[in-house]
Nanobody, 122 residues
Framework: QVQLVESGGGAVQTGGSLRLSCTAS????????LAWFRQAPGKERSFVSR????????YYAADVKGRFTISRDSAKNTVWLHMNSLKPEDMAVYYC???????????????WGQGTQVTVSS
């Protein structure tokens, strides 16, 4: 079992920045991929970014590439999502997820955090 706890959400204006964190516990993350998804009201949960725990290989959704950066600290069992140049369309609940398959499909991830709200005002 993997437990994930997110933090760092909040409210910013357009163009602002936030850093989300996700701390994992319960078992080693070797062989896992950690990902961020988001869900806006009335919309499906969508992929944002992922990172392989062992190799640190990253991947981004097209609409966040160049603005968001995912990183991890193995010693702290923590993944961060640095979000810059935020837009109103980035507003959503952001979820951290862990799974053994490195994909962009939320069904591939077995473990989820509780989510953290990001609000972007224009």
């Amino acid at each position: 079992q993997v437990q994930l706890v997110e933090s760092g959400g909040g409210a910013v204006q357009t163009g602002g920045s936030l850093r989300l964190s996700c701390t994992a516990s319960g078992r080693t993350l070797r062989g896992y991929t950690l990902a961020w998804f988001r869900q806006a009201p009335g919309k499906e949960r969508s992929f944002v970014s992922r990172i392989t725990w062992s190799g640190g290989i990253t991947y981004y959704a097209a609409d966040v590439k160049g603005r968001f950066t995912i990183s991890r600290d193995s010693a702290k069992n923590t993944v961060w999502l640095h979000m810059n140049s935020l837009k109103p369309e980035d507003m959503a609940v952001y979820y951290c997820a862990a799974g053994t398959a490195s994909t962009s499909y939320y069904s591939s991830y077995n473990y989820w955090g509780q989510g953290t709200q990001v609000t972007v005002s224009s």
